[in-house]
Every structure is written in C-alpha cells, then in structure tokens.
C-alpha cells in the first residue's frame, strides 16, 4: 500500500558531504513523523532525526550541528543533509514513517529499504 523509496548515499571522504532523500508513495491519505534511522554492522538500528508534519525536529546527539532533516509535504518526501561526515557515520541509513493510508483510519510505521553510507578516505 505505502512504499518509501532512499536514495543518495555513497562513498564520501571524512569531511565530506550527503544529501539523502526518501519518496513516499502508494494511497497515502496523511504522513505524520518522518525520521531517518541508521545502522552499523553489529550495531542496534539508532534514531538519527526525526521531523514531524509541523517541521519540529530532533537529532541524536551525535549528529546534532551537522546534520538537517528536512520534509516537503507536498511531495511526500524527507531528506537528510550530512555534513562534516565522519567514519563513524558509516552505516545503512533507513527512512521511517508513520502514513495514514486512504483505507485505514489509524496510522502506521513503514520503513525503506535503506541506503549505504560510507565514510572513508
């Protein structure tokens, strides 16, 4: 029913820059909180930002100052811009949703396929 397509991750050197993107689509009545989450080989899948539908956001503290989330409402699309990349960045970065569909009236979690982020020289 609702599909979240990533894209844009790569290989960056450290200090390096990404934009991520990630496209809802499918019978998308409403989207709620937008988030990226990552995850490292052997580590937990982590919270990096979050954006709620009236653009509040919040960052791990890892990330906080040179990451920035941001959200077009109109084409059902976050992004993630990624500064001052590290090697500890390094990781498959997962876009989350939470979507009201037009066919149920509660909202639920869908989760992208996720995009790899390397960071190294």
């Known amino acids: 029913q609702v599909q979240l397509v990533e894209s844009g991750g790569g290989l960056v050197q450290p200090g390096g820059s990404l934009r991520l993107s990630c496209v809802a689509s499918?019978?998308?009545?409403?989207?709620?909180?937008m988030n990226w989450y990552r995850q490292a080989p052997g580590k937990q899948r982590d919270l990096v930002a979050g954006?709620?539908?009236?653009?509040?956001?919040n960052y791990a503290d890892s990330v906080r100052g040179r990451f920035t989330i941001s959200r077009d409402n109109t084409n059902n699309t976050v992004y993630l811009q990624m500064n001052s990349l590290k090697p500890e960045d390094t990781a498959v970065y997962y876009c989350?949703?939470?979507?009201?569909?037009?066919?149920?009236?509660?909202?639920?979690?869908?989760w992208g396929q996720g995009t790899q982020v390397t960071v190294s020289s």
């Open positions: 989350n949703a939470a979507v009201r569909t037009k066919f149920v009236s509660a909202p639920r979690d869908y």
């Open positions: 499918g019978t998308i009545f409403s989207i709620y909180g």
């Open positions: 954006i709620t539908r009236g653009d509040s956001t």
